[in-house]
């Protein structure tokens, strides 16, 4: 079956850095583009980077722009996003979510999310 | 910019739940629901406006294009309140969800 688990959220100090996974198992990594989508405490989805299912192309939220970096390493059917210089305002659940197709871009499977909490 | 309405929906079990999304830009038929409930991640229920994801229940429908959508949940089951968004895949990037419409227990 299909599985997202990300991992690496923690406890971060303001401007220091966080790497997140998530690896994906039960189908075919390629065929499919994997976001990174977060949510503060108690608000609202935030669509945040997407990188193309071959790695060609990167798109970002404007707010993580230069700040953050998705990879992706297909032979560990894996992706990740390098957050540096993190914020309060980062501060959230991370999900990683599944679109259908490359360009179907809705989400049809998500991850359980991990806690990212920025704070001196 | 999608804007949800209302922010939240007292109903009661069996009613009939009606949620608006409403696009600043055309979406043709590019949006999406998603249903959240406390502690877990979204689950897709609707795609390109009208058509139910695998295993969602007859009793959720959607309608719409262009800027004005509609999530209709027909005869409320206890499990359906919960916080619906909506999501848009026309214009990108970034994607953009909505602000949410909560569904709670009158």
């Known amino acids: 079956q299909v599985q997202l688990v990300e991992s690496g959220g923690g406890v971060v100090q303001p401007g220091r850095s966080l790497r997140l996974s998530c690896a994906a198992s039960?189908?075919?990594?390629?065929?499919?583009?994997i976001h990174w989508v977060r949510q503060a405490p108690g608000k609202g989805l935030e669509w945040v980077a997407v990188?193309?299912?071959?790695?060609?192309?990167?798109y970002y939220t404007d707010s993580v722009k230069g700040r953050f970096t998705i990879s992706k390493d297909n032979s560990k059917n894996t992706l990740y996003l390098q957050m540096d210089s993190l914020r309060a305002e980062d501060t959230g659940i991370y999900y990683c979510?599944?679109?259908?197709?490359?360009?179907?871009?809705?989400?049809?499977?998500w991850g359980q999310g991990t806690l990212v909490t920025v704070s001196s | 910019v999608l804007t949800q309405s209302p922010a939240t929906l007292s109903l009661s079990p069996g009613e009939t739940a009606t949620l608006s999304c409403r696009a600043s830009?055309?979406?043709?038929?590019?949006l999406a629901w998603y249903q959240q409930k406390p502690g877990q991640a979204p689950r897709l229920l609707i795609y390109?406006?009208?058509n139910r994801a695998t295993g969602i229940p007859a009793r959720f429908s959607g309608s719409g294009s262009g800027t004005d959508f509609t999530l209709t949940i027909s005869s409320l089951e206890p499990e359906d309140f919960a916080v619906y968004y909506c999501q848009q895949r026309k214009n990108w990037p970034p994607l953009t969800f909505g602000g949410g419409t909560k569904v709670e227990i009158k």
């Open positions: 039960g189908f075919i990594f390629t065929n499919h583009v």
């Open positions: 390109d406006a009208s």
């Open positions: 830009q055309s979406v043709d038929i590019y």
């Open positions: 979510a599944r679109t259908p197709s490359y360009f179907e871009w809705f989400f049809d499977y």
């Open positions: 990188i193309w299912y071959d790695g060609s192309k990167e």
